[in-house]
């Protein structure tokens, strides 16, 4: 993949997974029925506000022009944050309906940092 191709693709799977963990942050600090799912799946209040701020902070992270550790980070902590969702679910008994999404997810996370990876070894490399 040419440089200019690999970059859009990145954009493009990137944007698709900050919009969506933008979503679920806001959905975790507005919608009372998220405050009830996290309830159920046993988290204290405070956990799912303090989760939202930190989903909303890793996605800065991965938008803005920041040192490469930080953006690991950022994907290191979506990474967890995405698996102990499924855990979580799949713990209390919930099916595909309330675990699919971290799922599909998770597939957008794994594109993107696939994506991303390649790209910092192309400019490694001087190819970019």
Do not use: N
């Not at 675990?99 to 990876?117: D, N, P």
């Amino acid at each position: 993949m040419t440089g200019r191709r690999l970059a859009v693709a990145y954009w493009a799977v990137t944007g698709l997974f900050c919009v969506q963990m933008g979503f679920t942050a806001y959905a975790q600090l507005a919608l009372p029925q998220v405050a009830e799912a996290f309830a159920r799946l046993g988290f204290p209040g405070y956990f799912r506000v303090e989760l939202a701020w930190a989903k909303v902070v890793g996605v800065g992270l991965l938008l803005a022009p920041v040192p490469r550790r930080w953006k690991e980070w950022a994907y290191a902590g979506f990474a967890i944050d995405l698996a102990s969702a499924l855990i979580a679910h799949v713990a209390v008994g919930e099916g595909p309906e309330a675990w699919g999404w971290a799922v599909g997810t998770g597939g957008l996370w794994v594109c993107s940092y696939a994506l991303w990876r390649r790209m910092e070894g192309k400019q490694e490399r001087g190819a970019v």
